[in-house]
């Protein structure tokens, strides 16, 4: 929130005058929009709400966050977490305490995974041979092997994951994220939410919804599409007529403003046309992958069929954030993760199109000094069951599955928790979804206690009435 | 011991906790034995047993301690030992405290200034006179003055109007209008346009879009597929219809909450049976479509249309009081599971609304036919095998249906002795008897009649429900479980029956072994063209009765002739009988009472708690309703005089929309947590001028807008600005943003491409590129919604309209009495780049083009028909240089393209959206 000291002190810096001279001059009219929408707010009786930049209170280890989402749950026993002893059970029926909890029925046999694991890095994190890749920055992630959800269906689990609660029509993390840190470069959005071109994840628009916050605070979908990014941001007659056009209405405008001076409402709204003016500009630059050099190209796969559309989405993750985009979150089309059937081979698939691409985006942040600074998350909103559903599918599974994080102060290396030995329940330090939502907030200087939001006459938080732990052990 | 306790389960469940979890302490044996929520941690007489053991034993999936993770066996070990020997503790451990003692008091809250008797205050006498034209003026005068300051003049007539319009009918006034007003110098013009306005159509259309957000309005259930809600905009079209015509508000809100139960209101035109289409509202939340926690589920949808009720209606937030009593209101857990009690106690139907007159005419004929039906046939019936090992639910030998309870009419009044079915041509013309030994049928008066019986609720306790029936057409069985309606694979499947018997009668049976303990209801469904007609309803071990039923014989005989006229007259009086039209609705099943659910959760389940409204409100020993959910005395208790809050809650919502701030600033939550009132007085005046004005809302929008306050300026003196700088005391009015659905009908109106037609389905939503995913509509719907006007436009859960999102639009989940106003650049581009918004400029333009009038005529038409004002000489001037020196770079048309230029400028004027 813009609050009283800082506002006070934007307008003894400049002066409301000096404000109204400075129109049109980049920050300087920003300010303004923040600040007047801000006296505007008050008048009506709302609370004042923007983007402008928050110092947080806790020390900041990582200033922004790129958010891979992996819809559907992916299996964390082909993936992440090799289980010896469910390989020699394969086949076997499980015991008393296995259970489907999505339907007891379809609990089937144990269910081996076909995949090898092997050592990486020096930590000698294990991973499966799915995530060659991945395994060569094995010393820079933190792999949680402990964690639990509450919910077996999508919708509940994306959404606790997503806004800290099942039910619909809380903020999103990268909402609260927005709200709690505002963003420092305001001719982009605060909140990006980078879609697929073949459309949008299951749940769509709730992914990045700031619910019952104001909508300053919601992503803005952005799609990963080399023509139409981003829906509305280019004129549709020609540069010259529609900056005459432009230019025209702002005079018009302004003209309006001299005879209506008290209305500090309307004139916010002069600033907003100049930064979306600007956000064209900026952000069809942030976008435009063609401008990275080939061998950038190449690092991500951008030019190989199987690789394309998710290196197109890291390299566009790595350009907004690179340019102050303080949350950027990479989600998949429908949910594709969801293996029901034929577990293996869509698995294979899966990996081939994302591991090359992840991998790449971690050796880019790093080339550049941004990995430090710069929280990497990769999580679905659940894992998978270790027996089979079906002939050779898995299952929906919240009791234990697994995902990691990168950059941002975590410690690279660490494997935390553990699930039992058939990797069905997190038995050793399981961390709860509250747990981990606390523990990345933490690392962008946010107290998940006292970032708060008051609605239906209460303050609200990320991790809602659940109580939560900051993982330290993953910490560096 | 200790340190394990002290590790392990101190953290949760001592006096160190944090938050005090389950109720639980373990720091004390005393702690151990008085014990939490769920009971005693240690039981003395049977330590084996103890809850403590079974906890840490990870063997009751729903108590599994520590939550975390699993003791080692050591400490299992241990830990059981000890507990087994009796669970023995030094004598120095602390005593439990009472801390889950409540210090919850009703009597004490009740003091809230919104729980007060509503005593009608006299308006305070004031000087000058003059100004004040109403009482509601006199209160607020009395206000500025007290606090030194004066009212802002009065807003010059062009301002008036144009705020007035916006404000009733949201759409701008036309320049004839406007002219009409200005030339019309005799006292009472004012007057005479608001009368205008409240007698419009468009009223209804305005109103009703504040109305939906309330009741979280969508037209489908989003989630992952986001299927569609059938028949959803009956619900909308009714809004519309009651503001039009007035309908008291005590009327609406009784039809909300229980209008399935009262003498059907039937709308005379569209003969829509209004009073059971309101309570569709309770169905607008978000479903799901394959809760894998049925109970959950239940849980969290009755929580919802607690909220929302609360909210709407009453400026509560009752949904705090679901886990625990209510932080800071009156409200405590035993009012929400009393309000849970009820609905539970009522159920979904998807209802035919239309209720034509001729109707009961045309049963009665059906009745005739069926009777002469009778007299004509001869049959016989074999003797029937008892069926060994299944325990008989229904059979349907009765005289009439028992606890059943029926909606619509295709069940006739009662069993049949047999299922007759008439069928053939000419000579061939016959009737069959089917061989039932009574039954349930719903063709037993023909083919078209629609309804639904449903059972009494129970406890599922074997694995199969059996059914002998013949089930043909558009017809189902479905087994609601824990009032789960949206029944949908993969997880739900079986609880539906729909088939094809061929006309048979047959054994049909339905697995069910997986919701052995839920309860629920059995519900046959006939939609009209079809027929079901039920034998026996039993529960079974086994997937088929143990002894197939002997076949029973039957045949039936009547002269062909005579068939035959039976059943053309059969189909003549269907013929007559219009087709369903269903919309969403309520209606009342087995009356039972919900118990608290400790912490929220219906696996701790506490004291039971009668079906009844909120002990504030009511006090504690209301009547217990004799039978259904209770609904009726519900709204009954919510409308009585003394209870205050719907008034104070509505009054306050109608200032709100035409001040732009509530005199409580927080409309939906007049409880402890919301803002107090500006002019507690004045509120309480409209509250009581409410009731003697017989709840009408339009005559609460004249007193409002026709008082001196409504029509002052929106600039006010400086004093006033620096001593009121929120205008909390309304020195001045204030300039307001349109909303998004008035933005996209003003463009609409403006470019003249606005189509008037009301009612009916919804037009489908534009679909962007950006918006393919799961549940997407088929097709998409035109860029300009066909012209008509935004509230048609569908409300499609997991598709909203991005345009109306960037302007403010509420995401219905919840009531939302108050949107956001935001400004953000989202919108700027959306009226500068948005397809629809360049489309409307170019209609726009290739109107005015087609009148034949000079460049400076036409551009005083685009000021007089955007901005409801005329131009200055100069603004004429720029905008001519403008058009002139606009180079488009369309060759073919360029004037078009120019003049287009320029009327998506006036789109972007802040003038445009912004209503002084």
């Known amino acids: 929130m813009f609050d009283t000291a800082q506002r006070a002190e934007l307008l003894s810096l400049l002066g409301r005058r000096e404000l109204f001279s400075r129109l049109g001059s980049g920050a300087g009219a920003l300010a303004l929009a923040c600040l007047l929408h801000d006296e505007a707010g008050a008048q009506s009786g709302y609370v004042p709400y923007n983007l402008l930049p928050k110092k947080p209170r806790l020390p900041v280890k990582a200033k922004r966050v790129i958010y891979l989402f992996q819809n559907g749950g992916p299996s964390q026993v082909d993936l992440f977490d090799p289980k010896p002893e469910l390989t020699r059970q394969d086949g076997q029926k499980p015991g008393e305490g296995f259970v489907n909890d999505v339907d007891a029925k379809k609990t089937g046999k144990w269910l081996g995974s076909p995949f090898k694991f092997a050592r990486n890095g020096k930590c000698g994190m294990e991973l499966?041979?799915?995530?060659?890749?991945?395994?060569?920055?094995?010393?820079?992630?933190?792999?949680?092997?402990?964690?639990?959800?509450?919910?077996?269906?999508?919708?509940?689990?994306?959404?606790?994951?997503?806004?800290?609660?099942?039910?619909?029509?809380?903020?999103?993390?990268?909402?609260?994220?927005?709200?709690?840190?505002?963003?420092?470069?305001?001719?982009?959005?605060?909140?990006?939410?980078?879609?697929?071109?073949?459309?949008?994840?299951?749940?769509?628009?709730?992914?990045?919804?700031?619910?019952?916050?104001?909508?300053?605070?919601?992503?803005?979908?952005?799609?990963?599409?080399?023509?139409?990014?981003?829906?509305?941001?280019?004129?549709?007659?020609?540069?010259?007529?529609?900056?005459?056009?432009?230019?025209?209405?702002?005079?018009?405008?302004?003209?309006h403003l001299a005879s209506h001076s008290e209305n500090l409402e309307l004139e916010a709204r002069i600033a907003n046309f100049e930064l979306a003016a600007r956000m064209q500009v900026a952000a069809t630059d942030a976008l435009d992958v063609s401008k990275e050099p080939k061998t950038i190209h190449d690092l991500y796969g951008l030019n190989t069929a199987a690789t394309s559309v998710y290196a197109r989405q890291c390299i566009m993750a790595r350009r907004l954030v690179e340019r102050g985009v303080r949350f950027v979150q990479v989600m998949m089309v429908g949910q594709p993760w969801d293996t029901h059937t034929d577990n293996s081979n869509q698995l294979r698939t899966l990996c081939k199109s994302t591991d090359q691409p992840v991998a790449a985006l971690l050796t880019d942040l790093k080339q550049r000094g941004l990995l430090d600074d710069t929280l990497v998350i990769w999580t679905g909103e659940f894992g998978r069951t270790p027996f089979a559903e079906g002939k050779d599918g898995r299952d929906h599974h919240k009791r234990g599955f697994s995902l990691w994080a990168a950059g941002g102060g975590i410690n690279g290396g660490v494997s935390h928790g553990a699930t039992d030995e058939f990797g069905y329940a997190a038995v050793h330090d399981v961390v709860t979804v509250a747990d981990f939502h606390a523990t990345m907030l933490n690392q962008l200087g946010l107290d998940f206690r006292r970032l708060t939001f008051h609605f239906e006459s209460r303050d609200q938080r990320l991790t809602d009435v659940h109580e939560a732990n900051i993982v330290r052990q993953i910490l560096s | 011991m200790r340190p394990i306790l002290v590790e392990s389960c101190f953290p949760c469940h001592s006096g160190q906790a944090k938050t005090l979890q389950g109720g639980l302490r373990l720091d004390s044996r005393a702690g151990l034995l008085k014990g939490g929520f769920r009971g005693p941690a240690f039981t003395a007489a049977k330590p084996e047993g103890s809850r403590l053991l079974e906890a840490i034993g990870y063997v009751n999936k729903d108590l599994t301690m520590p939550p975390k993770g699993k003791l080692s066996e050591e400490k299992i070990a241990a830990l059981t030992a000890w507990v087994t020997e009796g669970a023995a503790w030094p004598k120095t451990g602390a005593k439990p405290s009472a801390a889950s003692a409540s210090t919850f008091s009703i009597k004490q809250r009740a003091a809230h200034w919104s729980f007060q008797p509503i005593v009608r205050p006299v308006a305070p006498q004031v000087q000058p006179r003059g100004w004040a034209a109403n009482a509601v003026d006199r209160f607020i005068l009395a206000g500025l003055q007290k606090a030194g300051l004066k009212p802002a003049p009065q807003a010059d007539r062009t301002t008036l109007i144009r705020r007035v319009t916006f404000d009733l009918i949201g759409l701008p006034p036309t320049p004839a209008e406007i002219d009409d007003f200005l030339a019309d110098r005799q006292p009472g013009a004012y007057r005479r346009l608001v009368d205008r306005l409240l007698a419009s159509p468009r009223y209804g259309e305005r109103w009703a879009r504040h109305w939906l957000d309330l009741v979280r309005y969508a037209e489908t259930d989003g989630h992952e597929f986001d299927f569609e809600k059938q028949g959803a905009f009956e619900y909308r079209d009714y809004v519309i219809r009651a503001l039009n015509a007035d309908l008291p508000f005590d009327q609406f809100v009784r039809e909300h909450v229980a209008g399935d139960l009262l003498?059907?209101?039937?709308?005379?035109?569209?003969?829509?049976?209004?009073?059971?289409?309101?309570?569709?509202?309770?169905?607008?939340?978000?479903?799901?479509?394959?809760?894998?926690?049925?109970?959950?589920?239940?849980?969290?949808?009755?929580?919802?249309?607690?909220?929302?009720?609360?909210?709407?209606?009453?400026?509560?937030?009752?949904?705090?009081?679901?886990?625990?009593?209510?932080?800071?209101?009156?409200?405590?857990?035993?009012?929400?599971?009393?309000?849970?009690?009820?609905?539970?106690?009522?159920?979904?139907?998807?209802?035919?609304?239309?209720?034509?007159?001729?109707?009961?005419?045309?049963?009665?004929?059906?009745?005739?036919?069926?009777?002469?039906?009778?007299?004509?046939?001869?049959?016989?019936?074999?003797?029937?095998?008892?069926?060994?090992?299944?325990?008989?639910?229904?059979?349907?030998?009765?005289?009439?249906?028992?606890?059943?309870?029926?909606?619509?009419?295709?069940?006739?009044?009662?069993?049949?002795?047999?299922?007759?079915?008439?069928?053939?041509?000419?000579?061939?013309?016959?009737?069959?008897?089917?061989?039932?030994?009574?039954?349930?049928?719903?063709?037993?008066?023909?083919?078209?009649?629609?309804?639904?019986?449903?059972?009494?609720?129970?406890?599922?306790?074997?694995?199969?429900?059996?059914?002998?029936?013949?089930?043909?057409?558009?017809?189902?069985?479905?087994?609601?479980?824990?009032?789960?309606?949206?029944?949908?694979?993969?997880?739900?499947?079986?609880?539906?029956?729909?088939?094809?018997?061929?006309?048979?009668?047959?054994?049909?049976?339905?697995?069910?072994?997986?919701?052995?303990?839920?309860?629920?209801?059995?519900?046959?469904?006939?939609?009209?063209?079809?027929?079901?007609?039920?034998?026996?309803?039993?529960?079974?071990?086994?997937?088929?009765?143990?002894?197939?039923?002997?076949?029973?014989?039957?045949?039936?005989?009547?002269?062909?002739?005579?068939?035959?006229?039976?059943?053309?007259?059969?189909?003549?009086?269907?013929?007559?009988?219009?087709?369903?039209?269903?919309?969403?609705?309520?209606?009342?099943?087995?009356?039972?009472?919900?118990?608290?659910?400790?912490?929220?959760?219906?696996?701790?389940?506490?004291?039971?708690?009668?079906?009844?409204?909120?002990?504030?409100?009511?006090?504690?020993?209301?009547?217990?309703?004799?039978?259904?959910?209770?609904?009726?005395?519900?709204?009954?208790?919510?409308?009585?005089?003394?209870?205050?809050?719907?008034?104070?809650?509505?009054?306050?919502?109608?200032?709100?929309?035409?001040?732009?701030?509530?005199?409580?600033?927080?409309?939906?939550d007049l409880g402890f947590m919301g803002l107090p009132p500006s002019h507690p007085?004045?509120?309480?005046?409209?509250?009581?001028?409410?009731?003697?004005?017989?709840?009408?809302?339009?005559?609460?929008?004249?007193?409002?807008?026709?008082?001196?306050?409504?029509?002052?300026?929106s600039t006010g003196d400086v004093v006033s600005e620096r001593t009121d700088p929120t205008n909390r005391l309304v020195h001045r009015m204030p300039v307001r943003r349109l909303e998004a659905e008035a933005i996209r009908d003003t463009l609409l109106a403006v470019s003249g491409r606005l189509d008037l037609k009301m009612y009916g389905p919804s037009v489908l939503p534009y679909l962007t590129s950006f918006m393919e995913g799961r549940g997407r509509p088929g097709s998409s719907g035109p860029l300009d919604g066909t012209g008509r006007r935004s509230i048609y436009m569908g409300v499609r859960r997991n598709f909203l309209n991005p345009m109306f999102l960037a302007f403010d639009f509420p995401v219905p989940f919840n009531s939302m009495g108050r949107r956001n106003v935001s400004n953000v650049p989202a919108q700027a581009l959306t009226m500068m780049n948005n397809p629809f918004v360049v489309e409307q400029a170019g209609v726009w333009a290739a109107r005015l083009l087609s009148i034949s009038e000079t460049d400076q005529e036409r551009i005083t038409r685009m000021y007089r028909t955007a901005l409801g004002r005329s131009p200055t000489p100069d603004e004429v001037s720029q905008a001519q240089d403008f058009v002139q020196s606009q180079e488009t770079g369309d060759t073919v048309q360029p004037q078009l393209r120019a003049w287009q230029d320029l009327a998506h400028v006036f789109f972007n004027l802040k003038e445009f959206i912004f209503v002084r």
């Open chain 2, 681 to 713: 007085k004045l509120l309480d005046w409209l509250a009581s001028e409410f009731l003697a004005q017989n709840w009408s809302i339009k005559q609460m929008h004249r007193m409002m807008v026709l008082s001196s306050t409504y029509q002052m300026s």
């Open chain 2, 263 to 668: 003498k059907p209101r039937i709308d005379p035109t569209s003969g829509r049976n209004e009073s059971l289409t309101a309570t569709g509202f309770w169905y607008m939340g978000e479903g799901k479509h394959s809760p894998v926690d049925l109970k959950v589920d239940e849980g969290e949808r009755v929580d919802n249309q607690i909220d929302v009720f609360g909210k709407a209606f009453l400026g509560l937030t009752l949904g705090c009081a679901r886990c625990h009593d209510h932080k800071f209101d009156p409200i405590s857990t035993r009012d929400y599971y009393a309000l849970s009690g009820v609905l539970k106690s009522s159920r979904f139907q998807q209802a035919n609304i239309v209720s034509p007159p001729g109707m009961a005419e045309a049963v009665r004929s059906l009745q005739s036919v069926r009777t002469r039906m009778l007299a004509v046939s001869t049959w016989q019936l074999a003797g029937i095998a008892a069926i060994a090992g299944i325990e008989t639910f229904e059979e349907f030998d009765g005289t009439n249906f028992g606890d059943w309870m029926q909606t619509g009419s295709a069940f006739g009044a009662g069993p049949v002795a047999d299922v007759l079915r008439l069928s053939g041509r000419g000579s061939e013309a016959r009737i069959d008897a089917l061989g039932a030994s009574g039954a349930a049928d719903s063709g037993a008066l023909g083919e078209k009649l629609e309804g639904a019986l449903r059972s009494r609720t129970f406890r599922v306790s074997k694995p199969f429900i059996l059914y002998r029936m013949a089930i043909d057409g558009d017809t189902e069985v479905n087994l609601v479980l824990d009032g789960f309606q949206r029944i949908r694979d993969p997880l739900y499947g079986r609880l539906k029956i729909r088939a094809n018997s061929n006309g048979k009668l047959a054994w049909f049976s339905q697995d069910v072994s997986k919701f052995i303990g839920h309860r629920g209801y059995i519900e046959f469904v006939d939609y009209g063209p079809g027929k079901i007609a039920v034998d026996t309803v039993a529960f079974s071990d086994k997937s088929v009765p143990q002894e197939p039923a002997a076949p029973r014989t039957a045949s039936g005989a009547a002269e062909s002739g005579v068939v035959e006229a039976l059943l053309l007259e059969r189909q003549a009086i269907e013929n007559s009988i219009l087709a369903p039209v269903y919309a969403m609705a309520m209606t009342d099943g087995t009356g039972e009472d919900d118990v608290v659910h400790i912490r929220g959760s219906y696996k701790t389940p506490g004291a039971a708690v009668g079906r009844r409204f909120l002990e504030v409100c009511s006090g504690a020993n209301q009547q217990a309703p004799a039978r259904g959910s209770g609904r009726q005395e519900i709204a009954d208790r919510m409308l009585a005089p003394t209870n205050t809050l719907v008034r104070r809650v509505i009054v306050n919502r109608l200032w709100h929309h035409h001040f732009g701030r509530g005199l409580a600033a927080t409309p939906d």
């Open chain 1, 128 to 255: 499966s041979e799915l995530l060659p890749e991945l395994g060569k920055h094995a010393d820079e992630i933190a792999l949680v092997r402990s964690m639990v959800s509450e919910h077996e269906n999508h919708e509940q689990a994306c959404c606790h994951m997503h806004t800290g609660m099942p039910e619909a029509g809380r903020p999103t993390f990268g909402s609260w994220v927005t709200y709690g840190l505002g963003t420092v470069n305001q001719n982009l959005p605060a909140f990006v939410a980078l879609l697929q071109p073949g459309g949008l994840p299951v749940d769509g628009a709730r992914n990045w919804s700031s619910g019952w916050m104001p909508p300053v605070y919601q992503g803005m979908p952005v799609r990963a599409s080399e023509t139409t990014p981003i829906l509305n941001l280019t004129p549709r007659i020609p540069a010259k007529a529609a900056s005459s056009r432009l230019e025209f209405l702002q005079g018009m405008n302004r003209r």
